[in-house]
């Protein structure tokens, strides 16, 4: 398992490099372009070799692409379907410049409508943007279930990739925040190891490519997604979010490193016994 940690590309996207780099990070997730504006970042095939020539010289070893916040792929507004696709292609298709693992993606909005409809118009869009990209993969997140938000259980992430067409490079992206607002307990032991097994069963594991670990300010189930602080939320030393209010530093990457490794040595101690 790779750590990372969300970074700024500003002042260029090897930026974004050199900032994981700063953080001690393995990996790293960026915008590739301001989270809520829709114009789009101009790219050239020399920031997409500089990029990857600055990776391959450091140890980051995978970056991902978070899509802006402004998509809703199941509008029920064609315009905001066009803009969303327009969006999600454009990407996919800087994923595919960097070498990224993959794009995460809020799936979409119901809002006070019929979800399986929903489901289905989002499941078209994102179907016809991997269609108009090359490679890189495509990662649905989980949601907190607040305002109609598609994803706050397997059930629906299922129904989403069935929709989408179950395409290879679709999969999924767990947050752990997302997740106990939506009402799985992975604060426990057993809580997570149920959570992890309804997923197994309804959508697969194969399907599980990216972890977001967040903290949650508010109670299991609250179907809410506020994050919280690492360590001083809901979930304690088991959640990640950055201190300052914005990207982790380099002492949060640091907990994280060393909540794997006493995990590690929990499950080991359980093993031999």
Request: aromatic share 4%.
């Amino acid at each position: 398992m790779l750590i990372g940690a969300h970074v700024s590309n500003s002042g260029g996207l090897a930026k974004a490099i050199e900032r994981g780099v700063e953080r001690r990070a393995d990996a790293i997730q960026i915008f590739n372009q301001s989270p809520r504006m829709w114009r789009p970042t101009a790219y050239t095939d020399e920031d997409f070799a500089e990029f990857r020539e600055a990776m391959k010289e450091s140890r980051i070893k995978a970056v991902l692409i978070h899509a802006v916040y402004l998509l809703n792929c199941a509008s029920e507004d064609k315009e905001m379907r066009d803009k969303s696709l327009r969006s999600l292609i454009q990407s996919l298709r800087v994923g595919d410049g960097i070498g990224a693992t993959g794009v995460v993606l809020h799936p979409g909005s119901a809002k006070t409508g019929d979800v399986p409809k929903a489901i289905k118009r989002a499941g078209t869009v994102i179907k016809r943007a991997l269609n108009e990209s090359d490679r890189c993969e495509l990662h649905l997140e989980d949601t907190a279930g607040a305002g109609g938000t598609l994803g706050r259980s397997f059930d629906e992430l299922q129904a989403l990739f069935d929709a989408a067409g179950g395409d290879g490079r679709l999969g999924m992206c767990l947050d752990s925040c997302h997740l106990y607002a939506s009402g799985y307990d992975v604060a426990t032991r057993e809580g997570l190891r149920e959570t992890l097994k309804e997923c197994d069963s309804k959508v697969g594991l194969k399907r599980l490519r990216s972890l977001h670990l967040n903290d949650s300010l508010v109670k299991l189930g609250s179907n809410r997604d506020r994050h919280a602080i690492l360590g001083d939320g809901e979930l304690g030393e088991r959640g990640c979010a950055g201190k300052d209010g914005g990207a982790p530093s380099a002492e949060d990457v640091a907990l994280a490193f060393k909540l794997r490794k006493r995990g590690k040595a929990n499950r080991a101690r359980s093993r031999r016994r």
